[in-house]
């Protein structure tokens, strides 16, 4: 596919420009990609969400005196994640509707953070609105399947080339070197799910390298729909 070629013709150059070694020599830097379809892991999105935050996080309310308001925050990205996180990993299958009173009692809180949680949801496509029914966990459909690998091309083949420009954390470097080898099998289960948490780590990593926030939030965003198709195609 032309995704994977431009994605991986990238990280070479990534590779050489940022540890001085030819191409040839980075060619085990693409091991990372999927030998079916490309994922994500959501423990992973969440742990480059609030990296991404980290200039608007709450402060301690004993001395900013908004401890309720930053209780109702985390009341609310909790409901979040762990609605995302059910969705991702097929709990609720595509096309079930969403009922905000059923899934205030699941997550343990009220209609509120679900409602905000839903509209959240629904502008990263995990659910749709459908007029005079409610909301819906969207449908995989093969033609929006082939809009996002297209801008994952450009969206990912650019992080790598603005990476080879700008990189300046050697550690990250390293990491990322090694979350290239990470390999799974098949029949195991575990090391499958750790493979999707090293692709996502991986590539969000590379955008990482640009020191663009607003790369970072597009390649975060991005995964966890490959993660869905990911455990979608572990169901099937």
């Known amino acids: 596919m032309m995704y994977v070629k431009s994605i991986q013709i990238y990280i070479s150059v990534v590779y050489q420009c940022c540890s001085g070694l030819d191409c040839s020599e980075a060619k085990g830097f693409t091991s990372i990609h999927f030998s079916r379809v490309p994922v994500a892991n959501t423990r992973s999105l969440n742990r480059e969400r609030r990296i991404l935050k980290s200039g608007r996080t709450h402060g301690d309310s004993r001395r900013t005196g908004q ?9 609310a ?9 059910d969705i991702i990993h ?5 096309g079930e509707a969403m009922n905000e009173k059923v899934l205030a009692a699941r997550y343990k809180g009220s209609r509120t953070p679900v409602r905000e949680a839903i509209m959240r949801l629904q502008q990263e496509m995990l659910l749709r609105l459908v007029p005079q029914k409610g909301y819906f966990v969207s449908h995989l459909i093969i033609h929006e399947l082939n809009e996002m690998y297209e801008y994952r091309a450009e969206l990912e083949g650019f992080c790598a080339e603005v990476a080879a ?9 390293d990491r990322l070197t090694e979350l290239a080898r990470t390999q799974y099998k098949t029949e195991d289960r575990n090391s499958y799910e750790h493979f999707i948490e090293a692709d996502t780590e991986f590539h969000v990593g590379i955008a990482r390298l640009t020191r663009n926030r607003l790369l970072v939030r597009a390649v975060t965003d991005v ?10 195609v572990r169901r099937d």
């Open 67 to 75: 401890g309720l308001e930053s209780s109702n925050t985390t009341l």
């Open 77 to 85: 990205e909790r409901v979040y994640q762990q609605l995302k996180t």
């Open 90 to 94: 097929g709990v609720f299958q595509p």
């Open 165 to 173: 420009k700008r990189w300046a954390d050697t550690a990250l470097l």
């Open 223 to 232: 995964r966890c729909q490959m993660e869905r198709i990911a455990h979608h």
